[in-house]
């Protein structure tokens, strides 16, 4: 999973990521990983190997619900992950959403 036509920031554990978690986990003084960043293309991947297994039973897999339920148990499991060395379930969580108005990526928000 590169970035395409820009750096990216690799966390401890090996994941590709923009920039911005990198200024994150400096500037709150967190420990993210590879899990704290959501993309189009990681939902997509989760929600065709549940169909492959067949979690869906069969039925027309849709952006609505599947991928819009995809994208929010994604933030509820990372939002329990601990981000510091408490290892404790952070009080808050902040979800950026990226893209630009009017992308048809962002209509499933």
Known sequence: MGQRDQECFVPKDGGESGLDLGNYERYLGLNLTKESTITTRKIYR????????GDYLGRTVQVVPYITDATQDWIERVAKIPVDDSSEEPDVYIVELGGNLGD?????F
Not at 46 to 53: G, Q, Y
Not at 104 to 108: G, S, V
Request: charged share 45%; aromatic share 0%.
């Open 46 to 53: 989760a929600v065709l190997e549940r169909e492959r297994k």
């Open 104 to 108: 048809m990526a962002l209509t499933r």
